[in-house]
């Protein structure tokens, strides 16, 4: 069982930057097999897809945040990162990171990214 756990979130103004990381444990194969995303979701919002890595470096982005958001991962510390860069107040939203591979998902908690002045 693979379990997630994000972290980095807060709370920031308009136009800055945060950071958040993904790490992963429980794998028993190599977390390079696994595709990695970030979710979020807003209050009343459904969850939307935020950002994808696939296990080939792959990536693609939501149209809400491409040129401002850039996600990479690290396959040997288990982690995938989101660098989110001139954020906005419609960026507000619970943050999760999800893994996947043959059909199996796995989710963290999430971590809460609040923008605001």
């Known amino acids: 069982q693979v379990q997630l756990v994000e972290s980095g979130g807060g709370l920031v103004q308009p136009g800055g930057s945060l950071r958040l990381s993904c790490a992963a444990s429980?794998?028993?194969?190599?977390?390079?097999?696994?595709?990695m995303a970030w979710y979020r979701q807003a209050p009343g919002n459904q969850r939307e897809l935020v950002a994808a890595v696939y296990t080939g470096g792959t990536t693609n982005y939501a149209g809400a945040v491409k040129g401002r958001f850039i996600i990479s991962r690290d396959n040997a510390k288990k982690q995938v990162y989101l660098q989110m860069n001139t954020l906005k107040p419609e960026d507000t939203a619970v943050y999760y990171c999800?893994?996947?591979?043959?059909?199996?998902?796995?989710w963290g908690k999430g971590t809460l990214v609040s923008v605001s002045s």
């Open positions: 999800k893994a996947w591979r043959y059909g199996m998902e796995h």
């Open positions: 429980g794998t028993d194969f190599s977390f390079s097999m696994l595709a």
